[in-house]
């Protein structure tokens, strides 16, 4: 029974607060002593946590922030080794599980995300319109004047290898890191098998759609400071390029051999077939021509199956464009 100081409304009030969703923020911190305080500052009350994991900073970000901020809601892990990226996430995705958050935003520490965001990312998780969030600098292309134009380049070019990679073909802007994520699905992904560093939210996206995740983009702009990259991209390209391949070719056999075989995996393998026969006998009789022209039969003969496989693998690309995740599976785990 209710006591006599606590009326109907006030009991009904502090259920209402019971249900709120609990939103954790993890930030990855790396040489962002500048501008880490700037951006804890910035946290709403609409967050219940925030964990700042210090990823062995030789900045020493973790001692820094224990000795500037009082937010009873900041807490700092320590990773005893640099892991990059991925693998600070992880271990703040990790605790975040830990504390039975219900949301978790991930935001970088280096001031380039607007932490006043978070309510506007986490929106469509909270409603239930999407398993995972990530924000998207692209869509306004107003904002893009300010954004350098290597960054663009690099961007559009990562997103096209991305959606191949992933299937999420409406999706841009992989690379960002400002992200909330449904702590269901978060809690049933193979956490372990994540890339460890820069190619971690591409990565990401593609265990998203191994389990048919909903993914949706959240229009956002980015800051540009005096901030310095960590992420060199001479040494990363050959390493987004591997990790892009690896998973696409892991993609098309889980969701199209494996765990599915429709018309589309033999529109798929008929179009593989026929352009490598066409484009192999080609080459060999182009090769062994010694300068004669090839006969018209011959020439068709390795022009048609090029030709007639091009338009399998479109049909099939085609297919598998339509056919991405368009409901939210985390109320089913």
């Given at each position: 029974m209710p006591s006599h100081s606590e009326s109907p409304e006030t009991i009904d009030s502090l259920k209402d607060l019971a249900r709120l969703p609990r939103i954790a923020v993890v930030i990855p911190c790396f040489r962002v002593k500048q501008q880490i305080l700037t951006v804890l500052s910035k946290i709403g009350q609409e967050t219940t946590a925030i964990y700042c994991i210090d990823d062995k900073c030789d900045q020493g970000s973790g001692e820094f922030i224990l000795a500037n901020v009082k937010d009873p809601r900041v807490h700092v892990i320590f990773r005893p080794q640099n892991g990059g990226v991925g693998a600070a996430t992880i271990t703040g995705y990790r605790r975040a599980l830990e504390d039975q958050c219900d949301?978790?935003?991930?935001?970088?520490?280096?001031?380039?995300?607007?932490?006043?965001?978070?309510?506007k990312i986490s929106r469509p998780v909270l409603r239930g319109e999407a398993d995972y969030a990530k924000g998207n600098r692209f869509y306004n292309l107003d904002s893009l004047i300010r954004?350098?134009?290597?960054?663009?380049?690099?961007?559009?070019?990562?997103?096209?290898?991305s959606k191949l990679s992933s299937g999420y073909w409406?999706?841009?802007?992989?690379?960002?890191?400002?992200?909330?994520?449904?702590?269901?699905?978060?809690?049933?992904?193979?956490?372990d098998l994540l890339s460890q560093r820069y190619f971690f939210e591409s990565d990401l996206l593609f265990r998203l759609s191994t389990f048919k995740a909903m993914v949706v983009?959240?229009?956002?702009?980015?800051?540009?400071?005096?901030?310095?990259?960590?992420?060199?991209?001479?040494?990363?390209?050959?390493?987004?390029?591997k990790g892009h391949t690896i998973n696409f070719i892991k993609r098309i056999f889980y969701n199209y051999f494996l765990r599915d075989f429709s018309m589309a995996t033999i529109v798929l393998m008929l179009g593989l077939g026929l352009f490598?026969?066409?484009?192999?006998?080609?080459l060999d009789k182009l090769i062994h021509s010694s300068g004669i022209a090839a006969s018209p039969g011959i020439v068709?003969?390795?022009?048609?199956?090029?030709?007639?496989?091009?338009?399998?693998?479109?049909a099939f690309l085609s297919y598998d464009i339509a056919n991405m995740p368009s409901r939210p599976i985390s109320s089913k785990l």
């Amino acid at each position: 029974m209710p006591s006599h100081s606590e009326s109907p409304e006030t009991i009904d009030s502090l259920k209402d607060l019971a249900r709120l969703p609990r939103i954790a923020v993890v930030i990855p911190c790396f040489r962002v002593k500048q501008q880490i305080l700037t951006v804890l500052s910035k946290i709403g009350q609409e967050t219940t946590a925030i964990y700042c994991i210090d990823d062995k900073c030789d900045q020493g970000s973790g001692e820094f922030i224990l000795a500037n901020v009082k937010d009873p809601r900041v807490h700092v892990i320590f990773r005893p080794q640099n892991g990059g990226v991925g693998a600070a996430t992880i271990t703040g995705y990790r605790r975040a599980l830990e504390d039975q958050c219900d949301i978790i935003v991930k935001l970088d520490g280096d001031g380039q995300m607007d932490p006043l965001l978070i309510p506007k990312i986490s929106r469509p998780v909270l409603r239930g319109e999407a398993d995972y969030a990530k924000g998207n600098r692209f869509y306004n292309l107003d904002s893009l004047i300010r954004m350098p134009a290597i960054r663009i380049l690099g961007n559009a070019v990562l997103s096209l290898f991305s959606k191949l990679s992933s299937g999420y073909w409406q999706i841009t802007d992989p690379t960002n890191g400002f992200t909330a994520i449904d702590a269901r699905l978060a809690e049933t992904i193979p956490l372990d098998l994540l890339s460890q560093r820069y190619f971690f939210e591409s990565d990401l996206l593609f265990r998203l759609s191994t389990f048919k995740a909903m993914v949706v983009d959240v229009p956002m702009d980015s800051i540009y400071g005096n901030e310095v990259s960590n992420l060199h991209i001479t040494k990363e390209t050959f390493s987004f390029l591997k990790g892009h391949t690896i998973n696409f070719i892991k993609r098309i056999f889980y969701n199209y051999f494996l765990r599915d075989f429709s018309m589309a995996t033999i529109v798929l393998m008929l179009g593989l077939g026929l352009f490598t026969f066409g484009f192999i006998y080609g080459l060999d009789k182009l090769i062994h021509s010694s300068g004669i022209a090839a006969s018209p039969g011959i020439v068709m003969l390795a022009a048609l199956p090029v030709i007639v496989g091009m338009q399998f693998l479109l049909a099939f690309l085609s297919y598998d464009i339509a056919n991405m995740p368009s409901r939210p599976i985390s109320s089913k785990l």
